[in-house]
């Protein structure tokens, strides 16, 4: 059966459910970048490793937080999902008070 693609508002809730998820520690950034590659883009491995320019092997380490990249290609591999790498704080009353 086939997966009912997500509208837009769906797709941003998603996004911001799971941008959440990373800044609570509550998943690593492998698994975020699966799960927006499969449920916000619906795509594969193969098509996105080919929209981003890298190969599926390196998409697949990443997802599996097992890659050591650099800094630009990091950001390449989250530009479609609308989202860049930056700095936060480690200890997590800095990073509340950072987001309020």
């Known amino acids: ?53 890298i190969s599926r092997r390196t998409l697949s380490d990443l997802e599996r937080n097992r890659a050591n990249i650099t800094l630009d290609t990091m950001n390449r591999v989250y530009r479609p999902l609308g989202l860049k790498v930056g700095l936060l704080p480690r200890q997590p009353g800095m990073l509340e008070r950072a987001l309020s």
């Open 1 to 53: 059966m086939k997966r009912r693609e997500p509208n837009p508002d769906e797709r941003e809730a998603k996004l911001v459910e799971v941008v959440r998820q990373l800044l609570a520690e509550e998943i690593n950034e492998g698994d975020a970048l699966r799960i927006l590659r499969r449920d916000v883009l619906g795509l594969s491995q193969d098509a996105y490793a080919k929209l981003v320019g």
